[in-house]
């Protein structure tokens, strides 16, 4: 387990936190897999009805570690996308128990992708939305292609996945992403007590309920393998080589 992610269960809610603030809570591999296990582990864990996805120190995440994109396409090894991250998003998916995002700050790439996995979602007035992998030269990933368009419809889809525009809270809330719109710091604190209030229900039902809602399954899986195979393909492109290394240099400055 990653000192990067903290997991904590209280009553019947697990919490998973994002917690790198020296990076704005940019996910490492390690921090994928930690979350993953917290994942994972309270599906056979009655006790745990509810989780929560959140960050620290007034960030959601950053996103992927641009690092990890540049040394996967740059190696020789037939093995092109670091696979942690794709085994957190197939955790997601798999999942049966309701999540609450309390998204505080930005949501880049990834971590705008996993909200859109969840259930209900809190956001602060300081929070934004964003998934730029076009501007790497990359494609959508975790079945965002299908998931964004169904919540908020093609035109704002297009617009985020492809233009790569962002969307702060009031947009997110308008669209249909966010359920809350929250002052800054307290949307961890509503996501408890929303959980709260999930966790009050009867649990097979909430199972039930929550599985005719969704799409099925074995679409988002296979709409995930779609993606992940254009999305390994793209990695190794000039453009996005190009895209990883100028991330670098603009760093440095």
Request: a neutral charge.
């Amino acid at each position: 387990m990653t000192e990067h992610i903290i997991v904590t269960d209280e009553g019947a809610t697990r919490t998973i936190t994002m917690r790198r603030p020296e990076k704005k809570n940019t996910l490492t591999q390690e921090m994928y897999l930690a979350m993953s296990d917290a994942i994972d582990s309270a599906q056979t864990n009655p006790a745990i009805r509810c989780l929560i996805l959140t960050g620290r120190s007034g960030v959601f995440t950053a996103g992927a570690d641009i690092g990890d994109f540049l040394q996967a396409a740059t190696t020789t090894d037939d093995v092109v996308r670091p696979r942690n991250s794709v085994m957190f998003l197939q955790s997601l998916v798999n999942n049966k128990k309701p999540i609450v995002a309390a998204v505080d700050g930005i949501a880049v790439g990834i971590g705008t992708t996993m909200v859109f996995h969840c259930d209900y979602v809190i956001a602060s007035t300081s929070a934004s939305f964003s998934s730029p992998f076009l501007q790497y030269g990359l494609v959508p990933e975790g079945a965002t292609s299908l998931l964004v368009p169904q919540v908020i419809g093609h035109q704002r889809a297009f617009a985020m996945l492809v233009m790569g525009r962002s969307m702060n809270a009031e947009d997110a809330r308008e669209a249909g992403l966010v359920n809350q719109v929250v002052p800054t710091g307290h949307a961890l604190v509503e996501a408890q007590k929303v959980a709260r209030e999930i966790s009050a229900l009867p649990a097979d039902a909430v199972a039930i309920s929550r599985r005719l809602l969704k799409l099925p399954t074995e679409d988002i899986v296979r709409r995930m393998g779609q993606e992940d195979h254009f999305f390994g393909e793209r990695m190794r492109s000039p453009e996005a080589i190009a895209a990883f290394q100028g991330f670098f240099q603009r760093e440095k400055k």
